[in-house]
């Protein structure tokens, strides 16, 4: 005979053969014809003792309290797969599992997570799994990802549309644009449930930023627009070349990250969509006098020297001082460097400002609007449903505050989206991450925000948009500067690069390039 003894719903004793007990542990001695009783009143006592120990048990398991909820019979087990890593898989892992305690017990859910590594390694195993290839896992309940993954398993009818799961007054509790990042056709569908979100601010040593300030009288405000920018770092070249012998060796003002950024939001702000998405198919629209606007403000400063980009990031150039700040994402500015570390291995301590990012002057304030959401796979309804309610839970206030913040993200409803109420939460900020926090905030506030739709290509378009402008601007530098070395004038070297026929040949490759992956 075996008994198997559950204590909430866990398996506690199994394979308990009570016969052969009874038989090793009776009695000795017994009367003629006791036998069958006496093993009949020794079963029962050992069942009863069984019972009473698992009754303890659970009782001890739920701290003795009487009256407890009794936890639903089935549980849904639910997958989320994502690329975070560090302070953001820790907090991540960190609310699952607060979920899993409270509502998740409560409603017969239970949530597990696994990071993929980076966001390639994380899209890589997406699409192993939706295309079945031998030896990828199955497809997650929830995964990380940004519209053009998500728009590719969209294609393959493997997202589901979380719109009919959310009601009028959920849908307006999210920031403007983030639910319609994942409106592929237009038709109000949400693909992409909003989690985390970032803009770009500009971050500047403010340290070094104030020798040149208080010898020129250039003023932060200067920065205020992109004009503004380049005309001030024109002036820093100039400064930091005079305090040399040597001619035309000035330092770099300025850098950016996310060149793709500045070419989309830039062509906004001068009232241009260069991706124009109509059903899925892209159409390339990008006027030559948007295109030379980015040029002469980009590809031009950066041949004179005024602009620069060295290290992997633009941080590691402020780290090395060839460069006094950037434009980035709120989210890199946890790797802002406290110190700037010179050629000559001199370091001195530095202090960061958070600035709001330079607009284009007369022109619409456009911010961008980046950071991966999370999509629910189609599946059993059961288990949409539970996918839901973790991601309802998720972007609660407190929740989505806790998540966000500690790296550098912003929360993605209006509510959350608000440093009172940041502050009131009781979330630690490390270093500068109030002042980060607070730029980020004020960024997503006071701008429309934009992100293109997604579409097939999407990313290799990007890419276009990515090198094709900073890439020509470096290696035509190099040149520049081989040029000066060899004994010719900053004006003689720079002056092939700056005419109207060179701007005109790189417009012409671009557009080119761009067209390929029009639909």
């Known amino acids: 005979m075996r008994v198997v ?101 409560e409603k017969g859910i239970r949530v597990s997570t696994e990071s993929q590594g980076s966001v390639n390694d994380l899209e890589d195993s997406v699409m192993d ?3 079945g290839k031998v030896g990828a896992e199955a497809l997650p309940n929830i995964f990380s990802a940004y519209s053009d993954t998500a728009y590719t398993l969209d294609q393959m009818g493997m997202v589901v549309d979380l719109a009919p799961y959310l009601t009028d007054d959920e849908k307006a509790q999210f920031i403007d644009g983030y639910l319609s990042e994942g409106d592929f056709d237009d038709s109000g569908s949400v693909k992409i449930f909003p989690v985390a979100k970032s803009t770009e601010v500009m971050l500047f040593n403010d340290t070094d930023w104030q ?37 035309d060796d000035g330092k770099a003002l300025f850098g950016r990250d996310a060149m793709a950024n500045y070419m989309l939001v830039g062509a906004q702000q001068l009232g241009d969509t260069i991706f124009t998405v109509q059903d899925g198919k892209m159409t390339v629209n990008f006027p030559r006098d948007v295109a030379r606007k980015l040029w002469d403000n980009y590809y031009v400063p950066f041949v004179k020297g005024w602009f620069a980009a060295t290290g992997r990031f633009r941080s590691d150039d402020v780290k090395t001082g060839n460069v006094l700040g950037y434009v980035g994402s709120c989210s890199s500015a946890t790797f802002f460097p406290t110190q700037v570390t010179t050629d000559d291995n001199v370091s001195h301590e530095i202090r960061m400002k958070v600035l709001p990012t330079p607009q284009f002057a007369d022109g619409e304030a456009v911010a961008v609007q980046q950071g ?46 608000n440093m009172d109420k940041i502050l009131a939460s009781g979330t630690e900020l490390d270093g500068n991450m109030e002042e980060i926090l607070a730029g980020a905030v004020n960024e997503v506030n006071a701008n429309r925000l934009y992100t293109p739709h997604a579409f097939a290509g999407g990313s290799g378009a990007r890419k276009v948009l990515e090198y094709g402008l900073s890439d020509l601007a470096a290696a035509d530098r190099d040149t520049v500067t081989q040029r000066i070395a060899g004994g010719q004038s900053a004006a003689d070297a720079e002056a092939e690069f700056l005419t109207d026929d060179y701007f005109e040949a790189w417009y012409q490759d671009i557009c080119a390039q761009l067209a390929q992956y029009e639909g």
Request: with cysteine; proline share 3%.
């Open 5 to 105: 003894v559950y204590v909430f719903g866990k398996r506690w004793y199994d394979k308990l053969d009570i016969v052969g007990i009874l038989r090793r542990e009776r009695p000795a001695l017994q009367m003629p014809g006791e036998e069958e009783n006496g093993m009949k009143r020794y079963f029962k006592a050992v069942v009863s003792g069984l019972c009473a120990a698992a009754l303890a048990l659970g009782c001890v398991g739920c701290g003795g309290s009487a009256g407890q909820t009794a936890k639903p019979a089935q549980v849904t087990d639910i997958t989320v797969w994502t690329y975070y890593n560090g302070d953001q898989l820790e907090s991540f892992t960190r609310l699952v599992d607060k979920f899993n305690e409270t509502v998740g017990a």
């Open 129 to 131: 799994a939706a295309e």
């Open 211 to 247: 020798d040149f300030a208080a010898a020129t009288g250039a003023s932060y405000d200067d920065l205020s627009t992109i004009e503004g920018l380049v005309a001030t770092a024109g002036r820093y070249y100039d400064w930091t070349d005079a305090q040399t012998a040597a001619p």
């Open 372 to 417: 991966a959401g999370m999509v629910v796979t189609a599946g059993k309804e059961e288990e949409i449903k539970a996918s839901v309610e973790f991601l309802k839970w998720f972007i609660q206030p407190e929740n989505n505050i806790a998540f966000s913040v500690g790296s550098g993200y912003l929360p993605v409803t209006k509510e959350a989206n």
